[in-house]
């Protein structure tokens, strides 16, 4: 473990959080890196109250249905909508998970935020986590009215392997002229999988998310007979055109920084209207730990600012 990155210090926060996980028991099945990972939540600290939480279900291919939880805010009719494609490597998440964090983003940006549980690989590889985010967003854009709800500013955020979806559902949008986006927030976005890069070599170990989680994380999500495709490895191979305008957010010491950084370029040499916020000294997964760490809130607060000029 480094001491800085580019001069950036570890926020000591972080520092003591990552000695405490560290003394934790890992998990060596996928079903106790699952429960681990829910217990995770508890680092949100503060359960926020919404006006309302209602469940339904999305219709996904072969008649599968995808869980969604809707947070309203407020009792306002006509609330603008923000979709939440969670994180957790493909592998990692569900609903309960990240309750914390969409109630805060429904607190926090004032928009209905619609969490999706999408099915999880390995059981459930490339395409469909793609599928069922797609279907979900497609589903809330046809139905969003009749729900009391504004989906002519539909939002679509995502963290980590959420923000990879986020930009699978961006480019398919475009691609199968589907549903109008007006904006994506990526938050550290896994988006290649290159593991070569200089934050990579900088932050593989030692930083809550390792290069070998990672490595594992993509042999799950999709085979290398499969990488090629562009809604798989959307930096390398996809296209970034005609993509809704993004925010993307990183980390200082978290190993995707560098293709987040890399995204930002790519996304503004193809005419994509794009703003970055780096947080130097956080770590990977950093906005669910808002009980512990401050800029998480400050992250909100990125996010929340980014939905009000996108309106």
């Keep these: 473990m480094t001491a800085s990155v580019r001069g950036a210090e570890l926020d000591p926060g972080v520092r003591e959080l990552l000695a405490e996980l560290a003394r934790r028991e890992q998990p060596v099945t996928l079903a ?14 503060e359960t926020l109250p919404v006006h309302a939480v209602e469940e339904t279900t999305a219709p996904a291919a072969a008649g599968h249905r995808v869980p969604v939880r809707i947070y309203r805010p407020t009792a306002d009719a006509g609330l603008p909508v923000l979709v939440y494609l969670h ?37 459930h590889p490339f395409p469909v986590p793609l599928d069922d985010c797609y279907a979900a967003v497609s589903w809330l854009a046809d139905n969003g009215a009749r729900l009391g709800l504004d989906v002519g500013r539909l939002v679509v955020c995502g963290d980590s392997a959420g923000g990879h979806l986020t930009l699978g559902v961006a480019a398919r949008a475009r691609d199968e002229k589907g549903p109008h986006i007006s904006l994506q927030v990526l938050i550290y976005p896994a988006v290649d999988d290159d593991m070569q890069t200089d934050s990579y070599r900088a932050n593989g170990e030692g930083y809550f998310l390792t290069r070998d989680a990672l490595a594992t994380m993509w042999s799950c999500l999709a085979p290398e007979s499969v990488r090629e495709h562009p809604y798989v490895t959307p930096l390398r191979n996809g296209r970034l055109d005609g993509l809704p305008p993004a925010v993307v957010v990183t980390a200082g010491f978290d190993p995707l920084r560098s293709e987040g950084e890399e995204l930002v370029v790519r996304l503004g040499e193809a005419g994509v209207p794009v703003s970055h ?21 400050d992250a909100f607060d990125v996010i929340a600012t980014a939905l009000r000029g996108s309106r």
Excluded at 90 to 117: E, F, P, Q, Y
């Design 32 to 45: 106790g890196q699952r429960e681990l990972f829910r217990g995770l939540a508890a680092l949100m600290g």
């Design 87 to 123: 994180g957790g490597g493909w592998i990692l998440g569900d609903l309960d998970t990240v309750d914390a964090v969409s109630r805060r983003l429904a607190v926090t940006t004032g928009h209905a935020v619609v969490a999706v549980d999408y099915r999880l690989a390995p059981e």
């Design 277 to 297: 916020r780096n947080f130097p000294g956080q770590i990977h997964g950093f906005l669910w730990m808002a009980g512990r760490l401050p800029a998480a809130l």
